[in-house]
């Protein structure tokens, strides 16, 4: 055993008793994060037109401070956008990280000297609990890659701006700097493909032994070493043992992964976004990921059901219940206040608390009430390839409402890598899956308001081809799972 991986496993094994710790205390520790969060943010211009003087417990909160979008938020942010201090949170940001917006163009997600830290340690602390748990270490003596968006910065107004993942990469820790690739260089490239191309010929010779990226993209670059050499990843990196990823579900990419690599690997999911480092897997035996108790982030929840109701309530952590879907809400270090991220939790586990990401309060089918969301169309799909040889590269659904002839139905845009000699079956094990989770979804079936669904195939590379042409291939971009509409269906249908 090498000095790095003795160090790895004490190391490991001194986090993983901390994080312990604020697991097995889970409401205490988010009272004091609320109650620092409250009085840190006292005397910001958000803070005293929200009275927070007055504000003591979750129900003051609740009263004074209204759930908000980014379009809600945006005319605080706007403000120190433009240089204002002390608005949201004390101070200035360190950096805006930069996302795409849906009406208001480009967002500007504050990241502060508070809240940045909580990143690349959160990122770490995934790694060093699986290293607690497992015992495997050999993998810190290799070379690591982590596929994400370039870390050039620009600046607005003295603070800098950019894409998280290219943020991010400014701190990862020095003891990583030198196991890390690809090059500084390679990652500043901007065109997708031509920098996928770029990070092949840095590592196609390299003991790689961590791969980290949203696993479409990661996809990808396994397809072009594969191409280059003719050999699957597993016999190229004959010691790659561990996959991080975040973003999408892993599950309707094992088997494809699996058969590109040539074997199973361990993996670890992430949640992260540019407003916070919300969750990771702390285990590979347990379904979920450990809920962020004690990183500045404070948590509210919604059930998903209920979020567009004019009654709807507001709950802390210790009200949640087990398998209902919530939307989730934070309130944080870098100044977002009961601030809607859009994405919707379930909790596998309250002793700790582990969840899933069962989709996005804004992506989902409900064309005819059936209320679909992502976790279901996922776990549809697992169910319908479990056991077969089938593997799919990338896939989403839309209603279609006005059909040529017969009722409506679901339309399943599927990309694949090895196809069933029989579609019509395949669509039936789908769609029987989807009427197990979903009683909506069965009753509008079995009242003849729906037909099941139909698969249409969609031509190899085509997803890549719609994101390349909407400028969002690569990086932390993904293809969402659902639309209500048919925006991406019709896109595909004309590729």
């Given amino acids: 055993m090498s000095f790095k991986s003795f160090a790895a496993k004490l190391f490991a094994a001194h986090i993983k008793r901390k994080i312990d710790r604020w697991a097995s205390n889970p409401i205490k520790t988010q009272e004091k994060v ?17 009275h927070f003087e007055e504000i003591h417990s979750h129900a003051d909160f609740v009263r004074h401070v209204p759930i908000r979008d980014y379009e809600a938020l945006r005319p605080y942010v706007d403000r120190v956008v433009e240089g204002a201090s002390n608005v949201l949170w004390p101070g200035k940001p360190l950096y805006f990280a ?10 500007y997600i504050p990241l502060t000297k508070d809240s940045m830290g909580t990143h690349p340690d959160t990122a770490r602390n995934a790694i060093l609990c699986y290293i607690a748990e497992t015992g495997k270490t050999e993998f810190v003596d290799g070379k690591m890659i982590f596929l994400q968006g370039s870390p050039e910065v620009d600046e607005k107004n003295g603070i800098k701006v950019g894409r998280l993942s290219g943020i991010v990469a400014h701190y990862v820790p020095n003891y990583l700097q030198k196991n890390r690739l690809p090059s500084w260089e390679t990652n500043c490239i901007d065109d997708w493909e031509t920098k996928v191309d770029k990070i092949v010929d840095e590592t196609v010779d390299k003991d790689m032994t961590i791969i980290s990226g949203i696993p ?28 991080i990823y975040g973003g999408v579900n892993y ?18 999911e992430l949640y992260p976004a540019s407003e916070g480092f919300f969750a990771f897997q702390d285990t590979q035996t347990e379904k979920g990921m450990l809920l962020q108790l004690d990183s500045g982030i404070f948590y509210e929840f919604v059930k998903a059901d209920t979020f567009f109701d004019e009654d709807r309530e507001r709950i802390t952590l210790k009200d949640v219940e087990i ?22 939790v379930i909790f596998t586990s309250t002793t700790p608390y582990r969840l899933i990401v069962s989709g996005r309060i804004k992506h989902f089918i409900s064309a005819f009430g059936e209320h679909v969301i992502g976790k279901e169309v996922e776990q549809a799909l697992q169910d319908a390839v479990s056991g077969t040889e089938i593997r799919i590269n990338e896939f989403t659904v839309a209603p279609q409402i006005t059909p040529e002839q017969g009722l409506p139905y679901h339309e399943w845009f599927i990309e694949f890598e090895n196809e069933s000699g029989d579609l019509s079956a395949f669509a039936k094990a789908i769609d029987s899956s989807l009427q197990s989770q979903n009683s909506y979804y069965f009753d509008l079936i079995e009242g003849k308001v729906l037909q099941p669904l139909k698969i249409t195939k969609v031509i190899s590379g085509g997803f890549n081809d719609y994101m390349k042409s909407i400028g969002k291939l690569g990086g932390q971009n993904k293809i969402p799972r659902l639309s209500n509409d048919r925006k991406i269906a019709d896109a595909l249908v004309t590729e």
């Fill in 34 to 50: 609320f109650k620092a969060l409250i009085d840190a943010a006292q005397y910001t211009d958000f803070g005293n037109d929200h």
């Fill in 98 to 107: 930069k996302t795409s917006g849906t009406t208001s163009g480009a967002k």
């Fill in 216 to 243: 479409s993209w990661v996809q990808m670059y396994f397809e072009k070493l594969i191409d280059k050499t003719g050999k699957p990843v597993g016999d190229l990196f004959k010691n790659f043992h561990l996959f």
């Fill in 251 to 268: 599950e309707p990419y094992r088997a494809k992964f699996e058969n590109l690599i040539g074997r199973r690997v361990d993996s670890i």
């Fill in 323 to 344: 398998g209902i879907n919530y939307v989730i809400i934070i309130s944080t270090t870098a100044g977002l206040w009961a601030y809607n991220i859009g994405d919707t």
